[in-house]
């Protein structure tokens, strides 16, 4: 009778405790001080930025604060776009943006994507290419990297943004166009322009004082960064569209608490939604933000975009022959359900 009564006791001064903290304690609110994550990825104003500011949001909230991830634009640390799966997997940051295209062929299985012209602007289509593809990119980053995907966008189709009107693919013979990635600058080249390396806050500048002559990116990054000041026709290319990866360090991941890794894969779904359906609506508003701001559409004949199509198919016969064993498999993969 006398340990029910004990057993009781203990049971009320433990729901008079629970009342005045607030609750059970819960494996974070154990911890001494907030985990602090950094995110390097994104563009000032971006749809990308907006989407990751979403998650970051999302992963304190969730975790009651004790996981923040700061996001840091890129330029603001000394990473490179080349240079971010490494920075990752080093741990000179927790997450980074990926984008396959910058990693010069040394993860081809990461790069297909990036062939230009490869992948069409199909929406529906590249949700079904990311879909079928990421087991393979997931054990690749994980293996090689003992970092981990955390998700995957196709980027908007990329098309070339001039000064000047180039009515056909002749008259974009000897412009000096800003390509980034040896894939973008080797096509840029076979469509006899002249591929001119260069980071995107530096293009305004050189644009606006004719360093160049013009830019590939998406209507989006033109959009935002107010390129339409220094830039008037769009040359609608429309050639494929950068692969970004979200990948986190292991070592990062596995430090966690349980209950934190479990909130990262509960939003895990949710963040891939967001990212395609922003995607899909940013594609929209940016391409009339343009032609708001005075930039015109220049549509280049069924010819010049076959001749436009060999030079790319050329690219991936060589690409191909060059790529290693799990890239050439991605690639297969990546045709079967484009159907080419």
């Given amino acids: 009778m006398l340990r029910i009564k ?12 629970l009342l005045v903290i607030g609750g059970p304690p819960t494996a974070f609110a154990q911890s001494k001080a907030p985990v602090h994550w950094k995110f390097h990825g994104g563009l000032p104003g971006h749809w990308l930025t907006q989407t990751y500011q979403w998650w ?15 996001i840091y634009l890129l330029g603001s640390l000394p990473y490179k776009q080349p240079e971010a799966l490494s920075a990752v997997a080093q741990g000179f940051v927790e997450v980074g943006e990926v984008w396959g295209g910058s ?21 529906e289509l590249r949700k079904k290419l990311l879909a079928g ?37 002749n008259g974009l013979r000897g412009s000096k166009i800003r390509a980034i990635g040896a894939l973008e600058s080797a096509f840029t080249n076979r469509l006899g322009a002249v591929a001119t390396a260069m980071s995107w806050p530096d293009t305004y500048l050189a644009m606006q004082q004719g360093v160049i002559d013009g830019f590939w990116i998406v209507d989006s990054g ?27 360090n292991g070592k990062a991941w596995n430090s966690l608490p349980e209950s934190a890794r479990k909130v990262l894969d509960s939003l ?8 395609q359906e922003n995607l899909k609506q940013d594609m ?14 220049v549509k280049w004949s069924r010819e010049d975009h076959a001749k436009m199509d060999q030079i790319a ?11 290693d064993a799990q890239g050439k498999r991605v690639f297969d993969q990546a045709k079967q359900v484009i159907q080419r």
């Fill in 6 to 17: 004990r057993a009781a006791i203990l049971t009320l001064l433990t729901a008079v405790c």
């Fill in 56 to 70: 970051s949001d999302q992963v304190k909230q969730k975790t009651d604060g004790q996981l923040v991830i700061d």
């Fill in 103 to 123: 990693l010069g062929g040394s993860e081809a299985a990461l790069e297909v994507l990036d062939l230009p012209g490869f992948v069409p602007p199909d929406p």
């Fill in 133 to 169: 593809l990421q087991s393979e990119w997931k054990g690749l980053v994980a293996q090689k990297y003992d970092a981990r995907i955390y998700g995957v966008v196709q980027l908007d189709p990329r098309n070339i943004y001039t000064k000047r009107e180039a009515k056909d693919i």
């Fill in 222 to 248: 033109t959009y935002r960064s107010k390129m339409y000041e220094v830039s008037r026709y769009i040359i609608d290319t429309q050639t494929g569209g950068a692969a970004n990866y979200i990948v986190i």
């Fill in 268 to 275: 895990e779904p949710a963040f891939a939604q967001q990212l």
């Fill in 284 to 297: 929209a508003k940016s391409r009339q933000g343009l032609l708001d701001n005075g930039m015109k559409v």
């Fill in 313 to 323: 198919r050329t690219m991936w016969q060589e690409w191909y022959a060059k790529a």
